[in-house]
């Protein structure tokens, strides 16, 4: 018998083998080797997870549980996380490739913060709200009630498997919905373990978790007449099919899609400071995140001695095992995706950019089965070749040359995406100016990646739209309901009926 530990589905409570009897491998990607066996589920799978969760939901215990008791759940949940930290990390690591240094010091602290800081806001959420009466002649009373959706369907990505995975079960089980979620076929054990893990505290069916590829479980959440909100990350293409699929239905549904974030570099900028912090906003899980700084609009007066501090920082990033806390830079989620990248690095090159440095695969000693690549700098690129309108998710930075700031913001603006947009200046004054004609829905000054639990995040244009993070998550999973109350008793007094009873006495 294999001693690889195999990863089920968990629905109604329980961890089950899928209706298929079908596993795959879990691919570690620092070595190549195999490191778990995950659950392949299907449509049917599907089927019995939206059951389990449509129960769970019309017992009315979870629905209705009073928002105190449902912020000591979540306290809970955090205390969870944090009790069960190692093996998260260990799992996080060995299936996502995230660094070690990433696992322990963003991922699971931020994690545990989301889930505190909605026990906090829950507990203040309007969730019923008084409007101001109807003056007389007819005294009518409004109230507006914030109501779970029902059952949500939550998909999410392989960069950031349990960070995005709280961003999502977090505010969606705060609100009081009921869940089935599908993890990233590449990397779902930590997120099937945490599941597990959950259900420790959350009744039969509250969270049900159905891996499996794209297509199958996918396609069949997003069209599931018994699913009503569908939340999704992952790619602007897929983000499509998502929002095509929930249409058949009317399902509620938030995207969170990708992004080309522009930082633009302005002449007065402290270049030490905007050489380190642009490859942080780059190469920051080895360039896989939506959010990522990869185009530098840098002004030309500035541009050649930046690009020199650009190289000779560069080269001191360490790419190595993500399991070694001396790794900056860990390696490509998988084979195809390497590939893909090292392919986005030559069609730059054929395109007229220049390599700074890097743009080879990067060798790591012990690890010859991995996947990585050299962080690695083009200059000389514009803003109409691919690397610089399509997302690469790797550790490639793209640096274009600017004259004025007119200029700066039209090629920021110049995107599909909306997602993450950054200024480098000691001017905040102008900072603040420019930061009101990007259109990205975070913007940064003087640093990148500054998202936190309590502030909201998404996109502009093909970047998605809603907000994950803090109280605005909760009014993602919500119906908002009028309920409206007439206090006048003698029927001829109510003045808006006349419009049809004209001989009202
Ligand atoms: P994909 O769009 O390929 O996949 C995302 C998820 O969707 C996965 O679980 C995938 O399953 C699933 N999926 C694939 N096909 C379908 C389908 N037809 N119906 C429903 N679900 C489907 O993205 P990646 O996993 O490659 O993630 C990278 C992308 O995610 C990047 O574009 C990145 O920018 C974006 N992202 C956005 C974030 C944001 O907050 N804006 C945060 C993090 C990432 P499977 O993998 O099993 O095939």
Known sequence: MSDIPQYHLVINGESCAPASGEYADVINPATGEVVGSAA???????????????????????????PAERSRLLYQCAQLVLAN??????????????????????????????????AEAVKVYPFVEAQSPRPLPEQWHSQVWKEPVG???????????LLLYSWKVGPALAAGNTIVIKPSEMTPTSSIRLTEILQEVLPPGVLNIVNGDGPSVGDAMTLHPD???????????VGKIVQTNCATTM????????????????????????????LWAVYMNAGQACESGTRLLVHEDVYDELLEKLAARSAEVVVGNPADPATGVGPMSTEAHFHKVMGYIETGVAEGARIVCGGEPAEVPGCEGGFYVQPTVLADVTNDMRVAREEIFGPVLAVIRYRTEEEALALANDSDYGLSAGIWTTDLIKAQRLARDLRAGSVWIND???????????????????????????????????????????PQKKAMQRIVHTKMA
Request: aromatic content about 8%.
């Open 40 to 66: 392949m589920g299907g449509a049917a799978d599907v089927d019995q997870a939206v059951a389990a969760a449509r129960a769970a939901f019309n017992q009315r215990e979870w629905r209705e549980m009073p």
């Open 85 to 118: 930290a190692q093996e998260l990390i260990g799992l996080e690591i060995s299936c996502s490739g995230a660094t070690l240094n990433r696992a322990s010091n963003l991922d699971i602290p931020a994690v545990a913060d989301l889930w505190m800081n909605l």
């Open 151 to 161: 059952v949500c369907g939550l998909i999410t990505a392989w960069n950031f498997p």
């Open 227 to 237: 699913i009503d909100k569908i939340s999704f990350t992952g790619s602007t293409r």
């Open 251 to 278: 399902k509620r549904c938030t995207l969170e899609l990708g992004g080309k974030g522009p930082g633009i570099v302005l002449p007065d900028a402290d270049l030490d400071m905007v050489a380190q912090g642009s």
């Open 448 to 490: 990148w990646h500054m998202m936190r639990t309590d502030a909201p995040f998404g996109g502009y244009k093909q970047s998605g739209y809603g907000r994950e993070l803090g109280r605005y998550s909760i009014d993602s999973y919500v119906e908002t309901k009028s309920v409206s109350m007439s206090f006048e008793r003698v």
